[in-house]
Structure formats: C-alpha cells, structure tokens
Nanobody, 119 residues
Framework: QVHLVESGGGSVQAGGSLRLSCPDS??????MAWFRQAPGKEREGVAS?????EYAYSVKGRFTISQDTDKNILYLQMNNLKPEDTAMYFC?????WGRGLKASLYHYWGQGTQVTVSS
C-alpha cells in the first residue's frame, strides 16, 4: 500500500532553509514532485523529478529537488526562504514518467507538511 509521509516542515525566518523529505514506500515511482498550497490559493507545482527536473519559476535557484534512490526518499532543499513560500507542502507520486508540475496527473499524495516563513 502506498503511503507518502512528508516531514521536515517548520517555522523559519526569511532567508532561512528547510529540507523536506518524503519516503516513497519503496515503490520507486517514475514521477515524483512537490506541490504547495497556501490558504485561499490553488495547489501549485513546486518541483518535479522523473523524465527531467522541473521547477516553478518562483523557486528556481532557491529550491532543489533530489532523490535518494537507495533509500527511496524524495527531498526538497529550500534555501533563502521568503514569506510567500508559506504553505502546506505535499509530496506526490505517479507510476508514469514525465508528470511534471500538473497536479491532476499524480495519483498518490501525502498529507502535507506546513512551512511557515516569517519576515
């Protein structure tokens, strides 16, 4: 049974860093990604891996998505965090390649981890 569980969220000041983790239950999904959703806003893609790496424009140069294929863990290293990065962050996975940053293409989702950045 697929069970994605995000961890690593928290509260930081602007300019700080956090690293999110998401074990993939040992399934080694071809496509995995991080999404985020702020209150009152739609869920948006942040970074994806599988068939290439893709980032949202707003996080390019600050966030890095990576995958430990031995431990089956997806990471999101977030540096130089800004208040506008405040959101619930979700890990997503799918059994097909190249799902990119489109949320509707992902079949499996975690429950999310909160990231709060204060100015």
């Amino acid at each position: 049974q697929v069970h994605l569980v995000e961890s690593g969220g928290g509260s930081v000041q602007a300019g700080g860093s956090l690293r999110l983790s998401c074990p993939d239950s040992g399934y080694s999904f071809p496509s995995m990604a991080w999404f985020r959703q702020a209150p009152g806003k739609e869920r948006e893609g942040v970074a994806s891996i599988g068939g290439g790496i893709e980032y949202a424009y707003s996080v390019k140069g600050r966030f890095t998505i990576s995958q430990d294929t031995d431990k089956n863990i997806l990471y999101l290293q977030m540096n130089n965090l800004k208040p506008e990065d405040t959101a619930m962050y979700f890990c997503a996975a799918d059994s097909r390649w190249g799902r990119g940053l489109k949320a509707s293409l992902y079949h499996y989702w975690g429950q999310g981890t909160q990231v709060t950045v204060s100015s």
